[in-house]
């Protein structure tokens, strides 16, 4: 009797060290999936790749694993805080006089008219003092003129008489 009971404690012993050992396996398991999911969100802003995500990382291990690889490699919040500060740091150079071409990024000045580099334009002088004037205004602010409606300025008659070829000019060739 004495050997089977000590193999019985030992088979049990054993069974119970594999079931711990699953449990922890299991466990592990489990706090990646949460750990995928909680990582997806602070770095994936569409919900349906975050829903992709923590789907991959349920395939044990091996998906949380690929998921670091493919991962966005920086979170959201520092995307969003960068923004920002760039966004700060124009608006400081703009308020410094510090102005850049549209177009090319060309440092302009505020009262440029055209870009010097892609000569682009960038603003149109008013049409009654003739100061830049930026194309979101609806009236010159130096000269009260209204911009692109009314336009005080005398009607250019520009009368071209288009008399290029006259018919008197007509030389029959004579052969
Ligand atoms: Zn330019
Ligand atoms: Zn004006």
């Known amino acids: ?3 089977y009971a000590i193999f019985g404690i030992h088979n049990s012993a054993i069974n119970l060290a594999v ?29 349906l790749l ?3 995500a923590t789907a991959a990382s349920l395939f044990p291990y091996v998906g949380t694993i690929v998921y670091m690889i493919v991962r966005p490699p920086e979170y959201l919040d520092d995307v969003r805080e960068r923004e920002l500060e760039m966004q700060g740091a124009e608006a400081r150079l703009a308020e410094l006089g510090y102005h850049l ?7 302009v000045e505020k009262d440029f008219l055209r870009c010097p580099n892609c000569m682009r334009k960038l603003k149109d002088p008013c049409h009654s003092c003739g100061r830049p004037l930026d194309p979101a205004w609806k009236v010159c602010p130096f000269c009260e003129a209204e911009i692109g409606t009314a336009a005080p300025s005398p009607r250019r008659q520009r009368r071209r008489r288009e008399t290029t070829s ?4 007509e030389q029959p060739s004579t052969t």
Do not use: K, N, S
Request: glycine share 2%; proline share 9%.
């Open 1 to 3: 009797m004495l050997p």
């Open 19 to 47: 079931e711990l050992v699953i449990l922890f396996l299991v466990v592990i398991w489990l706090a990646m999936v949460y750990w995928t999911y909680a990582d997806a969100r602070r770095r994936i802003a569409d919900p």
């Open 50 to 52: 975050i829903g992709c």
């Open 101 to 107: 071409c549209p177009h090319c990024d060309y440092e």
């Open 166 to 169: 006259e018919p008197a000019a």
